[in-house]
């Protein structure tokens, strides 16, 4: 793609390389920290699994647990192809909303539905961890 | 003279295709060899495996405990080094006595010798030189490049830990100890290991809602966008795979119940089980399975995705907002 001449902009290298270069470093200086607290701090394991013994919590990781709780009040059939079916609308999305915006308005409304969307999720997760 | 060669060609390809037709056939017809010439399984020499303290290689690599850093190795490396500085300054000195040429600095060296053969910098030219506008040097512009790094991250530690585990029943858990106690920055690795999971998975939704609220999914971009929702189901998945891998009571369990739900899906239900735990029930055929898609199968389909989502973001360029 071109560029306009009234766009401002730097060149990808080595100014806007050097930049990204200096996010991944920043980052790649966090991961090294999680590691050092990893030496003092270290994940652990639990009890060795045992198939005849079901413990009384069984809790999946945290990213699923929004499913898990909504689960609890959802029969099982629902609850297992519900989501299937919303991956599904995710993925054939654009050619539902396929035309450009024209004003802000629209953007709004995805914020807002974005919005409500995360944090249903985020407090089915958290309800899901404390229960 | 061209025949001779071609006959020689054609002699080389039959003999090579009776040969390995009678390798084929050996391979297929040949008996057992006799009793007495071979040696039943308690009758084979034993090659004890060598005990931690007896291994010298044990304390500087695996355990940490060996601590002297003033080594053979490290004397090598350093006066070495100075040695091969040494030497290239006299090198270098010779090459521009007699010509009184300018001394050419090393990283243009090898520009110029990969442009002569690969003509290399006419190449990278315009990919380098495009030019980034000032509103996409935006922070929220970042997410998906930083869920990429984290992929890195992954894999590196990844590969690191899956030189120590054993994907069986019996040894998984005693192999994450292991790693956990014996491994020189074991517990380290398996720490960014876990935390760059979880990462990942944040950035990942960070990124989709970034491309969702700016309405960066419409055309031109609808492929794109399947193949962003394909990465963030192979990065769950990346999730629900590796989190067996440890057998622990957790792990097996949230498996069972992970895999159980997965079966009440309407029609597909019990093959989406079935071939979720390598049978019915949770077993070592599970953690194979678990296993093998964790570090062959997901690396690979997220990969090829990978390329898929960044050639069409190159091609496409960011969408440019109201």
Not at chain 2, 124 to 139: A, G, M
Not at chain 2, 229 to 245: D, E, H, P, R
Not at chain 2, 285 to 311: D, Q
Request: charged share 15%.
């Amino acid at each position: 793609m071109s560029e306009k001449q009234e766009e401002n902009g730097v060149p990808f290298y080595p100014d806007h390389f050097t930049l990204e270069a200096k996010v991944a470093l920043g980052f790649g200086i966090l991961v090294v920290l999680i590691g050092i607290l990893g030496l003092f701090f270290p994940v652990g394991v639990g009890t060795p699994a045992d198939p005849m013994d079901t413990p009384i919590h069984v809790k999946p990781e945290w990213y699923f647990l929004f499913l898990y709780q909504l689960l609890r009040f959802i029969p099982k059939t629902i609850g297992a192809t519900a989501p299937v079916i919303a991956i599904l609308l995710l993925a054939v999305w654009p050619f539902l909303d396929s035309k450009p915006d024209s004003t802000k308005k629209q953007f709004r409304v995805r914020v807002w539905v974005s919005a409500a969307v995360l944090i249903i999720i985020i407090a089915l997760t958290i309800w899901g961890e404390v229960s | 003279m061209k025949s001779l060669y071609r006959t020689i060609f054609f002699i080389i390809i039959s003999v090579s295709i009776l040969l390995f037709s009678a390798a084929a056939v050996h391979t297929y017809t040949a008996e057992e060899p006799e009793m007495s010439s071979r040696l039943e399984t308690d009758q084979l020499p034993v090659t004890a495996p060598i005990k931690p303290e007896d291994d010298t290689c044990f304390q500087c690599h695996v355990d940490g405990s060996f601590s002297n850093i003033w080594t053979a190795t490290v004397r090598w490396i350093l006066f070495g080094a100075a040695g091969v500085a040494f030497l290239f300054g006299i090198a270098r000195s010779a090459s521009v006595w007699k010509t009184r040429e300018a001394w050419i600095p090393i990283p243009q060296r090898l520009t110029n010798y990969l442009d002569d053969r690969f003509q290399l910098t006419d190449f990278l030219k315009p990919i380098l030189s495009k030019p980034v506008p000032d509103w996409q040097r935006r922070w929220w512009y970042c997410l998906g490049g930083l869920t990429f790094f984290f992929f890195i991250v992954q894999g590196i530690t990844g590969i690191m830990l899956s030189f120590y585990y054993k994907p069986t029943p019996a040894e998984a858990f005693a192999s994450i100890q292991f790693i956990e106690n014996e491994v020189l920055l074991g517990s380290a690795i398996r720490m960014i290991h876990h935390w760059s999971a979880n990462a990942m998975i944040v950035l990942a939704i960070a990124h989709l809602l970034r491309v969702f609220i700016m309405g960066a999914y419409k055309p031109p971009r609808e492929l794109n966008w399947i193949s962003g929702v394909v990465l963030l189901m192979m990065t769950l998945l990346f999730g629900f795979t590796g989190y067996l891998l440890p057998w622990d009571q957790r792990a097996y369990w949230a498996t069972t119940v992970g895999t159980e739900i997965a079966g009440s899906i309407p029609v597909i239900g019990d093959l989406a089980l079935v071939f979720l735990r390598g049978g019915w029930n949770v077993t070592s055929l599970t953690l194979s399975r678990f296993f093998a898609l964790h570090v062959l199968v997901l690396p690979l389909v997220t990969v090829t995705s990978m390329g898929m989502h960044f050639i069409m973001v190159r091609k496409q360029g960011l969408m440019k907002p109201l």
